[in-house]
């Protein structure tokens, strides 16, 4: 059974960092690209960022580029979100999830069950 | 950036009615890389459909897309209790991937 599970949220000045992190099992982690996506409160969803099965493919969202770095640890089934100059709009619930393939260029078919991240003084 | 509107916002339905939604992107959409999700209260989204029109798996066939270029439709054949939800369409395809705003399905 696919199972992805996030950590790392919390409470978080603004302008600070935070490093968010999924754990995945039930699938062979380095054959597929890895995501995560947010969605403030009351809100739709927002793609964050991709990264390909052996990061040599990497993409982001505009409002986030410059400020977040996506990586992986192929070897700890792992994927991170690091997350500098933090602002209020980033505040939201942030989703690991797994790509149908190997490129970041398929939808997700699995999702955690999220981490929330909220910036505020 | 490709942008998506969704409509209508919210659609009010009986069990056992069609529902048809729609989501139409600001440029063509590549390859017709569109999915849609479903979503409900306290849940991840669930993928239901990608490519446009090809259901993930374990998806019921009463849930179909069709679609290409700027417009795309998910139509849910006869709603079931558990088929009231939030759907949204999303483009893989670009640079940068987008979801549309969501069209809430809510018992009439």
């Known amino acids: 059974e696919v199972q992805l599970v996030e950590s790392g949220g919390g409470l978080v000045q603004p302008g600070r960092s935070l490093r968010l992190s999924c754990a995945a099992s039930?699938?062979?982690?380095?054959?597929?690209?890895m995501h995560w996506v947010r969605q403030a409160p009351g809100k739709g969803l927002e793609w964050v960022s991709g990264?390909?099965?052996?990061?040599?493919?990497?993409g982001y969202a505009d409002s986030v580029k410059g400020r977040f770095t996506i990586s992986r640890d192929n070897a700890k089934n792992s994927l991170y979100l690091q997350m500098n100059s933090l602002r209020a709009e980033d505040t939201a619930l942030y989703y690991c999830?797994?790509?149908?393939?190997?490129?970041?260029?398929?939808?997700?078919?699995?999702w955690g069950q999220g981490t929330l991240v909220t910036v505020s003084s | 950036e490709i942008v998506l509107t969704q409509s209508p916002g919210t659609l009010s339905l009986s069990p056992g009615e069609r529902a048809t939604l729609s989501c139409r992107a600001s440029?063509?959409?590549?390859?017709?890389?569109l999915a849609w999700y479903q979503q409900k209260p306290g849940q991840p989204p669930r993928l239901l459909i990608y490519?446009?029109?090809s259901r993930a798996t374990g998806i019921p066939d009463r849930f179909s897309g069709s679609g290409s270029g700027t417009d795309f439709t998910l139509t849910i054949s006869r709603l079931e209790p558990e088929d009231f939800a939030v759907y949204s369409c999303?483009?893989?395809?670009?640079?940068?991937?987008?979801f549309g705003q969501g069209t809430k399905v809510e018992i009439k």
């Open positions: 999830g797994k790509d149908l393939g190997s490129s970041w260029s398929l939808p997700i078919d699995y």
């Open positions: 039930g699938f062979t982690f380095d054959d597929y690209a």
């Open positions: 990264i390909s099965w052996n990061s040599g493919s990497i």
């Open positions: 440029q063509s959409v590549s390859s017709s890389n």
């Open positions: 490519g446009a029109s």
């Open positions: 999303q483009q893989y395809g670009s640079s940068g991937w987008t």
